[in-house]
């Protein structure tokens, strides 16, 4: 069982910056495609960012409300995958997932169905 645990979400205000962090327990966790989600009151769980594991060249993909302001990065010798977001706006207020998909033949993917473990989120939250 993979356990992910999230940290690093707060209250800003718009333009300011946050870093969010997953940690995890598993020991092959560079084997593993990483993504963040998140979910706002009332909408649906949202693909935010993704990052392939080293066999795939760390690719990345992102969504494009958070292209130019989110960058997603990993550190596979502790185990976290970070997500540095900047220029926030109160649209990004959400609770924020990381997820992992075990599938090693799996290319980056963003839908929230192929990947297999989630941490228990982290409220960001953006004034105006």
């Known amino acids: 069982q993979v356990q992910l645990v999230e940290s690093g979400g707060g209250l800003v205000q718009a333009g300011e910056s946050l870093r969010l962090s997953c940690a995890s327990s598993?020991?092959?966790?560079?084997?593993?495609?990483m993504g963040w989600f998140r979910q706002a009151p009332g909408k649906e769980r949202e693909f935010v960012a993704a990052?392939?594991?080293?066999?795939?060249?760390?690719?990345?993909r992102y969504a494009d409300s958070v292209k130019g302001r989110f960058t997603i990065s990993r550190h596979n010798t502790k185990n976290t995958v970070y997500l540095q977001m900047n220029s926030l706006k109160p649209e990004d207020t959400a609770i924020y997932y990381c997820?992992?998909?075990?599938?090693?033949?799996?290319?980056?993917?963003?839908?929230?169905?192929?990947?297999?473990?989630w941490g228990q989120g982290t409220q960001v939250t953006v004034s105006s």
């Open positions: 997820a992992a998909d075990a599938l090693i033949s799996r290319i980056l993917d963003q839908r929230p169905g192929v990947y297999d473990y």
């Open positions: 990052i392939g594991r080293s066999a795939f060249g760390l690719a990345t």
């Open positions: 598993v020991r092959s966790f560079s084997i593993y495609n």
